[in-house]
């Protein structure tokens, strides 16, 4: 397969770039300026694209090699220029979601071979389209592991498993394990370390019910190429662990099947297209790994992942009643840590603040403030403050991503 490589220098829009040369069918590859000498030594690309600031005898060291190189600095790439240069570096474009299916399908297949497999399963697109995907690839050799850890949205478990078991047919397991979750994370603030003990502890629960099974060799996640760079695996500065890269524990047992991790959130789309999936699915907003627990700021309770819950269903009956489910990439309401005063039927209370966070992005590198209709964001504040009892002021956030992230935690 032809490949252009991306090399990073520090330049901000350097996924931006990657994603470009994609759109024309050409497969490219973010690489952090330390992997560069590396990189010399091989020969299984077409061309190298340098971004940011190079040191300044790296064109003099690239002239003698056989591949093309195009130096962009902090530029963005003008589409015929783009063009030029892969034609210069004689890239086929045939890189499209019908080929990475097919190869995706021939690789899990001859890795597998006749063993067993295991997938955890979220429910959300990247789980669900590496679940779709690695079962049409081995059918009933996978079984599904769908751990309810207590951090769900309203109604999210139950539409797990009746997607998933009844309607497609996939063999699933479902482990309710609330209690031993909040058991782990009693006392914890730290956002971080809350991930992390969620990842390991998922994968905790994956090996005993593995175990139940009998003879799971491999564990299937829904890895995304924004979850590998954004955790650091690929550009060194770790940004937050997501629980399917960096919360991982040394001791794993299984091998890893993560048939998504060179692809961004709109390819996964555009893959799950390809398998024919619902849009029901294909359009389900991001939703964290580790669930409420980091939209529950500080220790997680209860207590505050009910009146949570309640909150985020309320925000998501108005979004979708309003028809702007799919003009926002992703919405979250955040419980924060911070009480104020306020007066409810002429008493005074000293409830918890609300933060309704919905952006706008396209891989979730980067991403804005979605300009919510007024009326929309009235109805749902006014709600959530008369419906939900642990609740008396409601923000919205308007920080765009760099510097803040989607998520709070």
Same mark, same amino acid.
């Given at each position: ?27 490219? /590859? $973010?690489?952090?300026?330390? =992997?560069?000498?590396?990189?010399? +030594? ?33 530029? &963005?790439?003008? *589409? ?8 210069? +570096?004689?890239?086929? #474009? ?8 097919? *190869?995706?399908? !021939? ?26 995907? %690695?079962?049409?690839?081995? @059918? ?14 309203? @109604? ?23 209690? #031993? ?14 991930? =992390?003990? $969620? ?39 770790? %940004?937050?662990?997501?629980?399917? %890269? ?18 961004? =959130? ?6 799950? !297209? ?9 359009? #389900? ?9 980091? #939209? ?49 039927? @002429? ?20 991403? &804005? ?5 007024? *009326? ?11 419906? %939900? ?17 989607? /998520?709070?935690?």
């Amino acid at each position: 397969m032809d490949k252009i490589l991306v090399i990073d220098y520090g330049f901000v829009k350097v996924q931006d770039v990657a994603r470009k040369i994609r759109a024309k069918n050409v497969y490219s /590859e $973010i690489v952090p300026q330390r =992997k560069m000498d590396q990189i010399l +030594a091989e020969d299984d690309f077409n061309g190298v694209i340098l971004t940011g600031k190079i040191p300044p005898e790296l064109p003099s060291i690239l002239t003698s090699k056989a591949f093309p190189v195009w130096h962009l600095g902090a530029n &963005d790439p003008a *589409d015929d220029d783009l063009e030029s240069f892969l034609d210069n +570096a004689e890239c086929k #474009r045939d890189w499209t979601m019908a080929r990475v299916l097919e *190869d995706a399908t !021939k690789s899990i297949k001859a890795k597998v071979g006749d063993g067993k497999v295991i997938c955890g399963l979220s429910g959300g697109v990247d789980s669900s389209v590496a679940a779709i995907l %690695v079962h049409r690839a081995i @059918g009933s050799q996978l079984t599904c592991i769908y751990v309810d850890h207590g951090f769900m949205r309203e @109604g999210e478990s139950e539409w797990v498993v009746d997607t998933f078991k009844n309607k497609l047919g996939i063999p699933l397991v479902y482990v309710q394990a609330e209690e #031993r979750f909040l058991s782990k994370l009693k006392g914890v603030a730290d956002p971080e370390e809350k991930r =992390k003990i $969620i990842g390991n502890e998922f994968i905790r629960v994956f090996e005993e019910e593995a175990a139940k099974i009998g003879d799971a060799s491999y564990l299937v996640q829904g890895t995304l190429y924004a979850d590998v760079l954004e955790s650091g695996s690929a550009e060194g500065t770790l %940004v937050k662990s997501h629980h399917n %890269v960096g919360g991982l524990p040394d001791d794993l047992n299984f091998g890893l099947i993560e048939p998504l991790a060179t692809l961004f =959130k709109d390819e996964v789309r555009a893959l799950a !297209k390809e398998l024919d999936l619902a849009d029901e699915l294909i359009w #389900r907003h991001p939703f964290p790994g580790p669930g409420l627990a980091i #939209r529950v700021l500080g220790e997680i309770t209860k207590e505050k992942l009910t009146i949570l819950r309640k909150a985020d269903a309320i925000a998501m009956e108005e979004i979708k009643k309003a028809g702007l489910y799919r003009e926002i990439w992703q919405a979250l309401v955040v419980l924060t840590n911070t009480r104020t005063v306020g007066v409810y039927q @002429g008493e005074r209370t000293y409830h918890y603040v609300a933060a309704l966070r919905f952006v706008t992005s396209i891989d979730a590198m980067t991403a &804005d403030w979605y300009r919510m209709p007024y *009326d929309v964001l009235a109805t749902i504040s006014s709600r959530v403050m008369e419906e %939900v009892r642990g609740i008396n002021r409601v923000v919205y956030d308007i920080s765009p991503k760099p510097p803040a992230t989607i /998520e709070w935690e």
